[in-house]
């Protein structure tokens, strides 16, 4: 299975507008999958061998998740803001 790829598709028709340029789809693509890649290599680099989560781990998978909700919800306000502009300018 394509987890990334299958991210990569929702983000892309749920985010990104529907006149966006290829060559605009195809940078954003490399940055959405350099940007997994550089978390799975933090989670992976940051998480021990031996099956149980300690702490410091479990606070950084904390710490990650509280960066990502911060991103969605500046990321759902700028999008608001575009469109409202957008729907300005017709």
Do not use: C, H
Request: net charge negative; hydrophobic share 40%.
């Amino acid at each position: 299975m394509k987890y990334i790829e299958n991210l990569w598709l929702d983000f892309k028709s749920n985010v990104l507008p529907a006149d966006t340029s290829d060559v605009q789809i195809e940078e954003t693509r490399n940055a959405f999958f350099a940007g997994a890649g550089s978390i799975f290599k933090v989670i992976t680099e940051g998480v021990s061998s031996d099956g149980e989560p300690t702490k410091a781990e479990l606070k950084m998978m904390d710490d990650i998740q509280e960066e990502m909700a911060a991103f969605l919800e500046e990321s759902i306000r700028k999008v608001g803001e575009w469109q409202k502009d957008k729907r300005g300018q017709n």
